[in-house]
């Protein structure tokens, strides 16, 4: 984010509710609205990884869901099978899986992937079938509409929406610069 220019805002404040890592007390909070069939957010996934272990506890990552189901048919039913692995306290397990597998996301893959991450397969299965997380889906992609997305994937710091190149450099520069924004308040 660039002083004096105005960027589109998180609206959804981050809550208990939300996946994270790091630190509630984290001076800054990356939010990604994330794809999981999309090419960018798979490329932009090793990088935020990065992030995360080198800011370690000067940060908190938040990932909502973004499916964009138009370009990519299996997006929705995959972010249903990341909250189903949410309920049985695998998120971020089945969220690398999806990523580094993203190819590969028909139901018949989800459950493979369920199974290997040691989830009750069941449970999965049923919670897939019967549409559990559709609504939780919706309201991450909801959230990312009212605060402006435009594509996958869309970063915020500290509730401002990153508009530039979510390299690593580029990041760990923009997280900087709103940490000294803020030191500035």
Known sequence: MTRGIVTAQLVVPVTGADHSLGPETAPVTLVEYGDFECPSCGEAHPIVKELVARLDQQIRFVFRNFPLSTVHPHAERAAEAAEAAAAQGRFWEMHDVLFENQDALEDESLVQYAAALGLDER?????????????????DFMGGVRSGMNGTPTFFINGARHDGSFDLRTLIGAIAEQADAEDEL
């Open 123 to 139: 449970r999965f299965v049923r919670d897939l079938s019967a549409g559990s997380y559709r609504e939780r889906v919706r309201g």
